[in-house]
């Protein structure tokens, strides 16, 4: 569906979505709990994937009020976690339902360490646990298309030096932990653009997605000295943020499968991040690391 010539691009239409199933990653806060509140109010029968109940628990909340239904389920996910985003997985499949659309959306910068499987943190979150749950849930989607898989991403990959392999299985070597978040944001870009060219003529579709620099706890560990220069690059609230996610979500032509995002609107990413072979290279050492 195309947008209507008099509607302005970072508002996406309102689309009757009873009887498609979504699933989004890290949806208690932040971009994610107005993704998962905005597709519920559209229809759709929405699970929230996060690593608390309790913390989720004011979202399914919202979303019940706002709908007057059902319509949110939760599963547990800790996406540091090869065997809690497995469990995950699992829990999903075994309720049998469709999957018409993932928002890998949960993420993390500034924090610094391994991750419980021994990869550099970041990147461990960011892609691993996201590459994982993708794999799992593969099937389920192409059995369900056409489906949409949206990667939320950031304009940070820009500024990936590259992908070093040997760092990505050592822990977090910047202070900040903000070098090793662009090298995570360059995987979810290659990550979607590959997924997009595997999965091309199944009717699932793949969208990475910038959703501009958005005040949201994904930044809660980054050093308080250093917050103000964040605040300094205009941070954007969550409404503001999940639009692009959304426009993906609902409305990206499926012949842009595997493209970038921005301002609801296609993008040019990184020469990185166009690179087939880069990508490709990301993919097997993705899988490698599972095996």
């Known amino acids: 569906m195309n947008l209507p010539v008099d509607m302005p691009l970072n508002q996406p239409v309102a689309q009757d979505l009873t009887g498609r199933v979504a699933l989004v990653t890290g949806a208690n806060t932040g971009i994610g709990r107005i993704t998962a509140r905005e597709l519920a109010r559209r229809g759709a029968e929405v699970f929230l994937a996060t690593r608390s109940l309790a913390r989720t628990q004011p979202a399914l909340d919202e979303i019940a009020q706002l709908t007057g239904r059902p319509s949110a389920h939760w599963l547990e996910l800790d996406l540091a976690d090869f065997a809690s985003v497995r469990a995950c997985a699992e829990r999903f499949l075994a309720t049998g339902r469709p999957l018409h659309l993932l928002v890998n959306n949960a993420g993390l910068g500034g924090q610094r360490g391994l991750s419980r499987d021994g990869l550099e943190l970041t990147f461990g979150v960011n892609h691993m646990g996201h590459f994982l749950l993708t794999q799992l849930l593969r099937e389920r989607l192409v059995a369900s298309a056409p489906a949409r898989v949206v990667t939320v ?60 620099v958005v005040d949201t706890e994904i930044w809660r560990q980054v050093p308080r000295l250093l917050r103000p220069l964040l605040k300094l690059r205009g941070l954007r609230d969550p409404e503001q943020g999940a639009q692009t996610t959304l426009y993906c979500a609902l409305q990206a032509p499926q012949h842009e499968t595997g493209c970038y995002y921005a301002d609801s609107a296609l993008k040019t990413p990184s020469k990185l991040a166009q690179d087939q072979r880069l990508a490709a290279e990301l993919w097997r050492f993705s899988e490698q690391i599972l095996s």
């Open 153 to 212: 991403a950031s304009r940070a990959h820009q500024w990936a030096p590259g992908l070093d392999w040997a760092e990505l299985r050592r822990p977090t070597r910047s202070l900040t932990g903000i070098r090793e978040y662009m090298v995570s944001k360059l995987a979810n870009v290659l990550f979607s653009a590959e997924l997009g060219r595997q999965l091309a003529g199944s009717g699932v579709s793949s969208y990475a997605v910038h959703p501009g």
